[in-house]
T-cell receptor
Framework: EPEVTQTPSHQVTQMGQEVILRCVPI?????FYWYRQILGQKVEFLVS????????KSEIFDDQFSVERPDGSNFTLKIRSTKLEDSAMYFC?????????????FGPGTRLTVT | GQSLEQPSEVTAVEGAIVQINCTYQTSGFYGLSWYQQHDGGAPTFLSY????GLEETGRFSSFLSRSDSYGYLLLQELQMKDSASYFCAVITGANNLFFGTGTRLTVIP
């Protein structure tokens, strides 16, 4: 069964450093998303991406964040200058196109620890 | 903005039925989804309701009342493996998911 993959599984970085989280969505999906989940809290929407551009972004997704689809398979989330409060699990998700394709498939997540 | 309320914790006995409620306030609404998340795992899709009424998928059913801004997830014949967190999530026009606070279900023998 096709699945969303994410690398790395765990990333430790120092405050102020840049990090890039990588995702490979399911191959025939056209909508891509990033979510984050601070330990013990709810999953929070960050950004959605369709047709090589951002569809919608939340208040969390400020100028420190950017997304890119550098090739036909990868989807990346960059945090330019990490802060302690960026420590969280980051989930990538993808979904098919179409009016009734509301099921989103989540990757296993990248745990980001900022020290 | 979006606001979703769920009970924080529910405990039920193996083999029983449990209902997890969700009330929402949202500026844009296309439907209500439910996701299951085991500790340390990723959310996995359970169900989706766009219209009022009950949707059944095996042991799981989900209900939506748009006029009441209310939905619930019904789990029947509970199994130990159903112990997890359950999140309701509203879907906005861009297919984005806005999650509730989550309900931690503990199934006891």
């Amino acid at each position: 069964e096709p699945e969303v993959t994410q690398t790395p599984s765990h990333q430790v970085t120092q405050m102020g450093q840049e990090v890039i989280l990588r995702c490979v969505p399911i191959s025939n999906h056209l909508y891509f998303y990033w979510y984050r989940q601070i330990l013990g809290q709810k999953v929070e929407f960050l950004v959605s991406f369709y047709n090589n551009e951002i569809s919608e972004k939340s208040e969390i997704f400020d100028d420190q964040f950017s997304v890119e689809r550098p090739d036909g398979s990868n989807f990346t989330l960059k945090i330019r200058s990490t802060k302690l409060e960026d420590s969280a699990m980051y989930f990538c998700a993808s979904s098919e196109t179409g009016a009734f394709s509301y099921e989103q498939y989540f990757g296993p997540g990248t745990r980001l620890t900022v020290t | 903005g979006q606001s979703l309320e769920q009970p924080s914790e529910v405990t039920a006995v193996e083999g029983a039925i449990v209902q997890i409620n969700c009330t929402y306030q949202t500026s844009g609404f296309y439907g209500l989804s439910w996701y299951q998340q085991h500790d340390g795992g990723a959310p996995t899709f359970l169900s989706y309701n766009a219209l009022d009424g009950l949707e059944e998928t095996g042991r799981f059913s989900s209900f939506l009342s748009r006029s009441d801004s209310y939905g619930y997830l019904l789990l029947q014949e509970l199994q130990m493996k159903d112990s997890a967190s359950y999140f309701c999530a509203v879907i906005t026009g861009a297919n984005n998911l806005f999650f509730g606070t989550g309900t931690r279900l503990t199934v006891i023998p």
